[in-house]
């Protein structure tokens, strides 16, 4: 007697995927290929500002790639984001060249900073929460302790901590972004300039200042502590090239 076919009222289920599935796969595609972009920005930054990449020298972006053990479009997309910050300049046919900052370049940065960041710290003076004023504080104190033990690579990994919780401070992501590009490049003045014990002790200083400024909300004072702290560097530098 012949087998009976099924009569079962449910349709069979399809193997190919939904609307919802398909939409879902393609997120976490997109995810994966920013979080990619970032580590690639994120670990040739740091090469270039520590200078593990020295400057002025010339790089194959393929070798970047082997480097990194990173794909091409995600470090081709760093390195456009590093151009724009001006650490690289990728030149057609050659590779991308690692910039070097002449002392006019320095200065420049340093006479940029002078017109954003005393705003900058203002806004933070009249907006820092507790919670900012508390990390500050710890901040300071590891930064105390990095002297007395003469750790120069944690004092900058502190300088920089410091002045990213000042932009977040200012509740303002346009001027935060400013901010932080520009402490960010600035922040390979520590590994091209020879500095002493001297030196941290003067921007701790100056931090102490800026700190006391926010803490008591005054913007005037926030303003003036960080043209203080400027016009220190700039002078510092200046006082180490001549």
Same mark, same amino acid.
């Given at each position: 007697m012949p087998k009976a076919k099924s009569t079962s009222a449910w349709p069979a289920r399809s193997k190919t995927p939904n609307r919802g599935e398909k939409s879902f796969a393609l997120k976490r595609s997109r995810d994966a290929a920013l979080s990619l972009t970032e580590r690639a920005y994120a670990e040739i930054r740091h090469r270039v500002i520590t200078l593990g990449f020295r400057p002025g020298e010339f790089l194959n972006e393929s070798l970047i790639c082997a480097a990194l053990g990173i794909g091409r479009t995600p470090v081709h997309e760093a390195l456009h984001r590093l151009q724009v910050e001006g650490l690289v300049q990728i030149v057609p046919r050659k590779g991308v060249l690692i910039r070097t900052d002449s002392l006019n370049d320095v200065i420049a940065l340093i006479e940029t900073r002078m017109l954003v960041e005393p705003a900058g710290m203002a806004l933070a003076a009249q907006r820092a929460q507790s919670h900012h004023l508390r990390t500050l504080q710890t901040l300071l104190k590891q930064s105390r302790r990095a002297i007395k033990d003469s750790d120069r690579a944690g004092y900058m990994a502190l300088d920089s901590?410091?002045?990213?919780?000042? @932009?977040r401070a200012t509740d303002n992501s346009v001027l935060?972004? @400013?901010? /932080?590009?520009?402490?960010? /490049?600035?922040?390979r003045i520590w590994h091209l300039q020879v500095w002493t014990d001297a030196d941290l002790q003067v921007t701790q200083v100056e931090h102490e200042a800026i700190f006391e400024a926010l803490k008591s909300g005054d913007a005037e004072a926030a303003s003036a502590a960080a043209r203080a702290h400027l016009t220190s560097l700039r002078r510092r530098i200046m006082h180490g090239v001549l």
């Open positions: 901590k410091f002045h990213n919780e000042i @932009v935060a972004d @400013v901010m /932080r590009m520009l402490h960010q /490049r600035a922040s």
